[in-house]
């Protein structure tokens, strides 16, 4: 017999078998009522010797079934059907299990789609990013970015190293594309031969760049990113071979990338060589993101050493001019350390995910102590059924089992319920996740996200089922008939395991509630830092470029600027504008140069310290809010007239000079055959980096300056302060105010300085909003799990409280007797809570700001708050044990 | 009693049993038990409860076919009856069996203490 006429046949089968039964027992009946017994005795003999009917019953349908699967499937439709018959159980446990479930498995999708996926491109794992540091390069090394690379490095990287199969480097920038409808400003990235090479995915259409677009002065070719492709284009394959103006340049498209190509972390329309001219290399010029791959089986550290051994090579192979030293980079002690692609990608990402990871763990604890909790209060009521079941020949393993199954399948109906909130949970973390987390739009639930839901489903179910299974069904459990029903006291060990899980509960709920008031007060500090601009929400910021292509002469670019900057200014409701290479906050890479002080020796040729610099027009920091120390701002007719005049920030001037009014007056250069300038004001710090960051030291010159390299700023981010900014009104009045100057300029980065600000605080926000919802949930958890413990005690003491009443004891003692147990619990768990908090806490100090890991305002605040929860959730059964009418009870049962 | 005995029969004597009974003529369980314990002259009480998942187990092998029929004493019951295969099986079970016999005979015969 097949097994599926087997499984179909079974019915039959078992039927068959009972009626047989039955068919023996009376036929040794009839045999027994001839030999002369009463039928009552002949019924009883007949089923005595027969021996036990169910048993019999089970061991003979055990022959057909396969072997313990289907008792499972006895087991789970018992357990479905004891679920359907508690509703309000089934509801609280379920929805616990669900949201604990949810919660978790969205933000495990964050993290395995940031931090556990491999990148999107072939043998990801061999892709490196050129990482490097620079102890000695003063300044440089504050940054994550490390020192980047020069294009010299790149050559000489590129055709000497020994461990990469290929490498490349690439810089982002924006630039203007004209000849179509209106100008708009695209997404650049530029990048040298070797880094789609790199990358290795292959284009959608067409072919990539290739060496001989390399050619400086050569052809003028551009790629598409999929995207700009289709929105400019319309996906027409025909692309290939058509020109766009880019730069008033006009460029041949050569391909097209795919879907969904990420260029690393960068967001591009276009793709352009960057073609370099090799006979004019010089060894400076750190301005590049290097990107290599890897020999298949060669290691990180080989590659290290292989940059290593290059970088004196590369300091004899080139020179920064004559009469320079070569070797002045060896002070800077500049050391290789490259990190796998992804590791660059996700930066600091990691750490906080993993935060708001292990927290989300955390609340899942809890919810799975509370599901125990309600599960030991069932088993107790259960205990009758469990008995007679036992009585019935069923053995402890049989019990335990469908103690397990039915915990198993609150878990897996948690999950599934569960997965649909995640869904939803997704959502909400991209909505309120900083918007420069990496790899965002490859955010999805995928089958490892399934995998690690249906984990956490079983574990939990294991989790929250097995400790109420084996203290009633365990060997020797105490499943005892006879007592089972009539409770006249409850003795201490019933209740250990429940007000352990509080106790555990509120140490954990603890934890929790301090890293949110942690960030809390880390919110708090970082608001009251002054970012160094003021009055933001009504600071609108545009940024435009003036390429050389539509405008060569640099006097004309600041005079086309300056004209910019009048007409804004004579818009309704403007109070000022300005303008900077780039506003604070706005993540623009920085410019950074060697600054020399007159009065200051720098021993034989070393290198000044860097130092951050930006242009800046006269009447931008007044604009932005940003005060004058000392001194006075500039001038247009010093700008035009090229007077060599410079700001600085306080923190520079306190460095040089001291303080800040002994800088006016002095002088400071950044080339050696750039005149002296003159310190004419100091400006307050500002937060350049975000408000968390050191404000750097920096230099302010003027938009038009005596520089042989960059004489003019040509991409400038336009300030206007006035009530109206971000309104649609106002931005269509703007936009017609740049085009009356020169319509082909486009208006890009449209925003207000209260966002770049948002933005800044993004990171610190999103942890604040998802350690504030894990503690959120910890504390409703908490307090559910102390009022369902405080009432179950109460109800179950009900007997023992009418007879202290009956025997003379007040309200009052009896509402004392209850609170100083709950009270008890909770100040037990508050003690483990701050003992696990002082350990714990320490691994969020990255995140905080302004405020200590072990911060005592906080620890205070919020043991105070968790003891007077508590209080609150015991208040209500106590109130009501208060209540209980001695004869009622007493009468009851 | 019933216990100690079913304890000291070794596994597959009961069904040897049933088969051996059955090859003589088809019969229903309650008959089973009579015949076994006839034929036994009393010695064997089988437990009448092990008997059905004995009998299970033949049906599954297909050692045994079942028919619900009438028996002799007018009841509706299920008649037994041995298959081919169940005769060989049968047949096998008997010669190890005897073998075994013979072997636990022979250590316990007297004399060689």
């Given amino acids: 017999m097949s097994w599926l006429t087997q499984l179909f046949s079974r019915r039959r089968l078992y039927r068959d078998l009972s009626e047989e039964i039955q068919a023996h027992l009376d036929e040794r009946v009839e045999e027994l009522l001839a030999d002369g017994l009463s039928r009552e005795e002949a019924t009883h003999t007949a089923r005595r010797e027969f021996g036990n009917v169910g048993l ?52 495990f999708t964050v993290v395995n789609s940031v931090l556990l996926k491999p990148l999107n491109y072939p043998k990801s794992e061999e892709l490196v990013a050129l990482h490097q540091i620079a102890p000695g390069a003063e300044g440089l090394a504050d940054f994550e970015s490390g020192l980047l690379l020069s294009p010299s490095m790149y050559v000489t990287y590129s055709e000497r190293n020994q461990m990469f199969q290929s490498l490349g480097v690439w810089i982002t920038d924006t630039a203007n594309v004209t000849g179509m409808a209106e100008p708009e400003q695209v997404r650049v990235v530029s990048v040298s031969d070797g880094v789609f090479e ?46 766009i103006t880019i730069d008033s340049q006009p460029r041949e498209i050569v391909g097209v990338m795919p879907k969904g190509f990420q260029f690393v972390n960068a967001d591009f329309d276009v793709a352009a060589p ?96 509370n599901v125990t909790n309600l599960l030991l209060v ?39 319920v569960g997965l649909g909130f995640a869904y939803a949970g997704v959502r909400l973390l991209l909505a309120i996740g900083p918007s420069n987390l990496p790899r965002l739009n490859e955010i999805a639930l995928d089958v490892r996200t399934l995998g690690f839901t249906l984990v956490l489903s079983l574990l939990s179910g294991l989790l929250f089922g097995l400790i109420p299974a084996l203290k009633y069904a365990g060997p020797g459990g105490s499943l005892a008939l006879q007592s089972a029903g009539r409770t006249t006291s409850v003795s201490r060990e019933r209740h250990r395991a429940r007000n352990l899980l509080v106790v555990g509960q509120v140490a954990m709920a603890l934890v929790l509630l301090m890293s949110a008031g942690l960030m809390i007060r880390t919110f708090g500090a970082l608001r009251r830092v002054d970012p160094g601009f003021s009055d933001a929400r009504h600071l609108q910021t545009i940024r435009i470029a003036i390429p050389d292509s539509l405008i060569a002469e640099p006097e004309r670019v600041t005079r086309t600027q300056n004209e910019i900057v009048d007409r804004l200014a004579a818009i309704q409701g403007v109070k000022s504008v300005g303008f900077a290479s780039d506003m604070p906050m706005e993540g623009v890479d920085s410019a950074w140069d060697e600054i020399f002080a007159q009065d200051k020796v720098y021993s034989g040729d070393l290198i000044a310290p860097l130092r951050l610099y930006k242009n800046i027009s006269p009447g931008f920091l007044q604009t932005a809010g940003t005060r004058l120390v000392a001194g006075r701002d500039m001038t247009w007719s010093e700008v035009y007239a090229l007077r060599p005049v410079v700001m600085v ?71 206007i302060h006035s009530e109206r900014a971000g309104t649609d009104s106002f931005l269509n009045e703007v936009q017609a105010a740049v085009w009356s100057v020169n319509s082909n300029l486009p208006l890009a980065s449209v925003r207000t300085m209260q966002d770049s600000y948002d933005k800044s605080l993004a990171r610190t926000s999103f942890t604040l909003v998802m350690l504030g919802i894990a503690g959120a949930m910890a504390l409703t958890l908490g307090i559910i799990g102390i009022y369902g413990v405080m009432s179950y005690t109460v109800s179950q003491r009900k007997r023992e409280i009418g007879i202290r009443l009956a025997l003379g004891a007040q309200g009052g003692d009896v509402l004392y007797m209850v609170l100083r147990q709950g009270t008890k619990l909770a100040l037990l768990g508050v003690a483990i809570g701050i003992g696990a908090a002082l350990c714990f806490t320490r691994l969020i100090t990255n995140l905080l700001f302004g405020v200590t890991p072990h911060d005592p305002l906080t620890f205070v605040a919020v043991a105070a708050l968790l003891i007077l929860v508590a209080l609150l959730a015991c208040y209500i059964p106590a109130r009501r044990a208060t209540l209980v009418d001695p004869m009622v009870a007493l009468r009851y049962e | 009693m019933t216990k100690s005995m079913q304890r000291d029969l070794f596994p597959g004597a009961l069904e040897m049993m049933i088969l051996r009974t059955l090859k003589r003529q088809p019969m229903h369980g309650y008959a089973l038990v009579q015949q076994i314990k006839r034929t036994s002259n009393d010695l064997l009480e089988i437990e009448e409860g092990s008997l059905y998942p004995a009998l ?16 002799s004493t007018n009841r509706r019951v299920r008649t037994y ?33």
């Avoid at chain 1, 055990?62 to 087991?75: K, R, T």
């Avoid at chain 1, 036992?390 to 948690?414: F, K, P, Q």
């Avoid at chain 2, 096998?92 to 075994?100: G, L, P």
């Fill in chain 1, 56 to 107: 019999i019953e089970e061991d003979c349908r055990e022959v057909w079934a396969w072997p313990s699967g289907e008792e499972v499937f006895v087991d789970i439709r018992y357990g479905l059907r004891a679920l359907r018959h508690s509703p309000v159980f089934t509801v609280v446990a379920l929805s616990t299990i669900a949201i604990g479930i949810a919660a978790n498995t969205a933000v």
């Fill in chain 2, 81 to 113: 009856k041995l298959t081919a295969p169940g005769a060989k099986h049968l047949e096998r079970e008997v010669s190890s069996f005897e073998r075994m016999l013979k072997g636990i005979t022979q250590v316990l015969a007297p004399g060689e203490l």
């Fill in chain 1, 198 to 243: 790199t990358l290795a995915v292959p284009p959608a259409v067409g072919r990539w760049l290739s060496p001989p677009d390399q050619v400086p002065n050569g052809p003028k070719r551009v790629m598409l990113s999929y995207g700009y492709w289709q929105r400019r284009f319309g996906g027409d394959a025909a692309v290939v071979g058509r020109n």
């Fill in chain 1, 378 to 416: 069932r088993v107790e009521a259960r205990q009758q059924e469990l008995a007679v079941r036992a009585a019935l020949g069923a053995g402890w393993t049989r019990i335990l089992r469908t103690l397990l199954v039915e915990s198993l399948m609150l878990g897996l109906m948690g999950g599934i």
């Fill in chain 1, 274 to 369: 960057l073609a370099f001219d090799r006979g004019k290399l010089i060894l400076a010029g750190f301005g590049f993101h290097g990107i290599a791959r890897l020999k298949p089986d060669a290691t990180i550290a080989q590659g290290n050493a292989d940059l290593t051994r290059m970088l004196p090579i590369w300091m004899d192979s080139w020179s920064n001019g004559p009469g320079t030293n070569s070797h002045i980079y060896e002070t800077w002690r500049i050391t290789p350390m490259i990190r796998p692609l992804k590791q660059e990608l996700t930066g600091t990402v990691g750490e906080l995910l993993w935060v708001v990871m292990g927290t989300i763990g955390v609340v899942m604890l809890i919810a799975c102590a």
């Fill in chain 1, 649 to 719: 920030s306080e923190n520079l001037a306190r460095e040089i000079w001291g303080t800040p009014s002994a800088a006016l007056g002095k002088h400071l250069r950044e080339f050696k055959d750039m005149p002296w300038h003159e310190v004419i004001g100091v400006v307050q710090d500002v937060r350049e980096k975000g408000v968390q960051e050191k404000a750097p030291e920096i230099v302010y010159w003027a938009p038009l300056v005596h520089n042989r390299f960059a004489p003019a700023v040509r991409t400038a981010t336009f300030v």
């Fill in chain 2, 56 to 71: 299970q187990r033949l049906l599954k092998e297909g050692f045994v076919k079942a028919e619900w029929g009438i028996s």
